[in-house]
């Protein structure tokens, strides 16, 4: 029997990640975002400059009451709190006295373009969810990559055969995820990410949003 490990994971971060299931959603959700992509919903005041095949809507695409909207909110919400159930470690009836704030939106990312690094100020969790990841090339690792940069800048300040190989939960690697459609990303907001410059033809389509909560 091999003997417990007294090496302990501190200072962690939840990264929650899961294939919803949502295909028959997509297929409404994917053509109702593709005919929004005009100026009455582009976003007229990015945080960051907007490249020129990027397009970003106004923040308030879960206020919309359309039902492909409204079933995907469904599944995203459930999700949501399945995540912080599980890193709060809080009983269920307690979650259900949370309300929340939003900010929420969409990306139809063509290619060429990219979303430079940054965080999410003013709120406590994130998501990305991918409604299409485009074209996939598996040669191409970085094409259209959402990456996680390790928030503990100072982590790999030295480097030695010690801790350049530390298994994931340790590791201060970024992590780089290839989206499929259907999944779901959740993480702290603080946690700074980039999206790769996409290289494919047909349209990357995520939708994304930042939650601040409170008990009613």
């Known amino acids: ?108 990312t ?17 998501m990305v969810y991918c409604v299409d990841p485009g074209d996939q090339d598996l040669e191409d690792i970085e094409s259209g990559a959402l990456v996680f940069t390790d928030p503990r800048h100072n982590a790999s300040m030295f480097l030695d055969p010690t801790n350049r190989n530390m298994g994931r939960t340790f590791s201060f690697h970024q992590v780089r995820l290839k989206l499929q459609a259907n999944e779901l990303v959740i993480f702290p907001s603080y946690l700074q990410h980039h999206v790769e410059p996409y290289a494919g033809d047909s349209p990357r389509i995520t939708v994304a949003a930042n939650f601040s909560f409170k008990f009613k």
Do not use: C
């Open 110 to 126: 063509r290619k060429g373009a990219y979303f430079q690094p940054h965080t999410h100020p003013l709120a406590s969790v994130s």
């Open 1 to 108: 029997m091999s003997k417990p490990s007294n090496t302990n994971a501190v200072f962690a971060t939840p990264l929650y990640r899961v294939l919803t299931g949502a295909n028959e959603i997509n297929q409404a959700v994917k053509p109702f975002l593709l005919n929004k992509e005009t100026d009455d919903f582009r976003n007229p005041d990015s945080p960051q400059a907007t490249h020129k095949h990027l397009f970003e809507s106004k923040f308030d695409l879960f206020h919309w009451a359309d039902p492909e909207i409204e079933s995907l909110k469904a599944v995203l919400y459930e999700n949501l709190m399945r995540y912080i159930i599980d890193v709060n470690g809080i009983d269920p009836k307690d979650a259900e006295r949370l309300s929340f704030k939003h900010e929420s939106w969409f990306h139809i």
